[in-house]
């Protein structure tokens, strides 16, 4: 059965400090994404990294999949209230129909 | 323009009925998914079609049955409802099943209340 452990799983932070988000397995994905869900909606794709060692910025989000393909970290330089959301790390499983396995999510709360 | 629609948005139900959710995308995509977020908010595959063949099917109750009438709708029906039933259950489609790179696009949930 493959896990994806994503931590934290809640995050406090005031605006302008930076933070990470983990995302680690044992097992290997074929491609990690990383979603953004708000109060009483469905998750909204950020990002898709499908290279080993693969860097990717969106405006002052970066993210990172690691060079085994089992983990991946997703960073926030100074982090805005809009930032506030729950992020999902999802990984993609090999040969099994698009299937993804999600994190547990990491609850976001930027405060002013 | 919705994309990926579900209906209904919430549903209060007592333990023991039959219910329905259903599920629509305008999309244009071949592959369709049902997931469930409990409480704690975790997302769990439950099911998955894609051109109507079902591909996915998790460790689900056989109390839980898809169905999908034609590409752009997978529904849901579950019988004899029990409390643990109560979640958060999302759609969602996506173009191609083995695409590596190709976002799942999420309704907007159903939230599902068992008394």
């Known amino acids: 059965t493959q896990l994806l452990e994503q931590s934290p799983q809640f995050l406090s932070i005031q605006e302008g400090e930076n933070l990470t988000v983990y995302c680690n397995s044992s097992s290997v994905f074929s491609s990690l994404q990383w979603y953004r869900q708000e109060p009483g909606e469905g998750p909204v794709l950020l990002v898709t990294v499908v290279t080993g060692g693969e860097v990717k910025k969106l405006k002052r989000l970066t993210f990172q999949f690691g060079d085994a393909r089992k983990d991946s970290s997703l960073h926030i330089t100074a982090a805005q209230p809009g930032d506030t959301g729950l992020y999902l790390c999802?990984?993609?499983?090999?040969?099994?129909?698009?299937?993804?396995?999600f994190g547990q999510g990491t609850e976001l709360s930027v405060k002013p | 323009d919705t994309a990926v629609s579900q209906t209904p948005k919430y549903l209060v139900t007592q333990m023991g009925n039959d219910k329905s959710i259903k599920c629509e995308q305008n999309?244009?995509?071949?592959?369709m998914y049902w997931y469930k977020q409990d409480s704690k908010k975790f997302l769990k595959i439950m099911f998955s079609y894609n051109n109507k063949e079902l591909i996915i099917n998790e460790t689900v109750p056989n109390r839980f049955s898809p169905k999908s009438p034609d590409k752009a709708h997978l529904n849901l029906h579950i019988n004899s409802l029990e409390l643990g039933d109560s979640a958060v259950y999302f759609c969602a489609s996506s173009q191609g099943a083995s695409a590596n790179n190709q976002p799942q696009h999420f309704g907007d949930g159903t939230r599902l209340s068992i008394l």
């Open positions: 999802a990984g993609r499983v090999y040969n099994q129909g698009g299937k993804l396995i």
């Open positions: 999309l244009g995509h071949d592959t």
